[in-house]
């Protein structure tokens, strides 16, 4: 008994390759994976972070008080801009991350996106904050006369945290209004 072929096209399906796309591998694995690349994205910023920021220095006078310029203490400020644009940065390229990732999985894709620049922006201060100068009290306390002592590296307010998360979001918002009502793509 001889079988004709199918006189049919085959289905895109079947003609789609082997591999598969981490969008359509399991929520969990993704979420896992998403998360680990944007602490370690993270931790790659720290280290930016420290690099980047100029920090000032107080001088220690000859009855042991400390002091500092005028242009010292409006740059105090300087590592929350550095560690602010580092966030929007990197908080941009992660939104994006999500955005292709988790796009067909709903709603998801704006709690990840902010979970995962969370993640990030707190791996980046950690990472930060253990390689830049730390114990500025101790230090400044064990100083002699003339010397100077650089601030440590710290965040001065959560702000810039924030905007690490508000990064992310903005590429999931203008494409998800882009595209909002094109047709679903199944490539």
Known sequence: MTTSADPRPASRA????????????????????????AAAAGALAGVIWHLASSLPSYTIGTDGSASISERGLTSVFSADAVYSLIGVLLGAGLGLLAWRWYSRRGAWVVALAGAGALLSALACWWVGTLLGPDSFPTRVSSAKAGDTVQIDLALHTWTPVMVWALAALLPVLVISLIRWDAPSRSD
Do not use: K
């Open 14 to 37: 079947s003609r789609r390759p082997a591999t598969r796309r981490i969008a359509d591998a399991p929520v969990l694995r993704v979420t896992v994976v998403y998360l680990i690349v």
